[in-house]
């Protein structure tokens, strides 16, 4: 089951992480990356490998955001969490797919060191946050069984093309990052995983967070990545199928078996074929939550 609310939790406060665990996130993001000062990169990998120790058991999704491979502290943060047992790497900043295969020869060592199971950590990379990565989201595409979806960030693509922002005045992305959502919600689609909608940093604006996380379902995302705790409640909600849209799908599936010969009918007056049979399988698939 894909997570809907995917919360970004700072690596070096153990305080926070522990907020995060009752916030109501079906996962947490403990970072290791771009909130954790440089003086603080070590003692952050031991915290969040003592939390995930002590929580991995939990209903909590537990996830680490690694740092990325041009800063050579990768393979040290894999082998002091992988034996806490993560979920899932964050893995930032990859150029292509090819970085995710020199990820899995680390996670292989350390599932392996470990005793554990090799191939039982999953990775999301966030794929869009170099310039020479919007030219290889299909790289992606049959690379690995442990790719569990495909996200994408703004602020370090923007940073990296010298653009002053990645939004206008009113909040809308411009061209490129709106061309490298897109390109996310593609590659996910051809490499057959999910596709989660990157951060909305207002975090006082609850009307904009839920308006931002109503659009990504809307495009096919199937989660968000938040930053706060106070964007879980509207970002579960969002990707949480309302009882309207379950009753539509129960309705078309039910047409659908009482019609098996038939691969186009009419539902209150609208046409329906086999596309619209897969969208109701997936959203009673979304339903289903434990
Ligand atoms: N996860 C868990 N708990 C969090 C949290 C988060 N991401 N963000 C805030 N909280 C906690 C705070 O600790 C505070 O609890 P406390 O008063 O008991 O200590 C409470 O929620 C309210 O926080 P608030 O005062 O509104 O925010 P803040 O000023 O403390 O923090 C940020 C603001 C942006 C620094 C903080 O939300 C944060 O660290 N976000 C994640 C940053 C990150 O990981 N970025 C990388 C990906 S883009
Ligand atoms: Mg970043």
Known sequence: M??????FVPGDSPRKMEKGLTSGADALILDLEDSVASSQKLA??????????ANAAGPVSLWVRVNPFET???EGDIAEVIPAGPAGIVLPKPDSARQL???EVLLAHAEQDAGAMVGRTSVLPIATETPLSIFNMHTYVGASARLAGLTWGAEDLSTAVGAATARTADGAYTPLYDLARSLCLAGAAAAGVAAIETVYPDFRDLDGMAAYAA???RDGFAGAMIIHPSQVAVTNA???PSPAELDHARKVIALFEAN???GALALDGMMLDAPHLRQAQRILAAAVRP
């Open 238 to 240: 969002a990707f949480t």
């Open 2 to 7: 894909t997570p809907r609310s995917w919360l």
């Open 260 to 262: 098996p010969s038939a």
């Open 101 to 103: 295969e020199a990820l």
């Open 72 to 74: 050579g502290l990768t």
């Open 44 to 53: 952050a990998r031991a915290q969040v490998a003592a939390f995930i120790e």
């Open 215 to 217: 659009r990504g379902r």
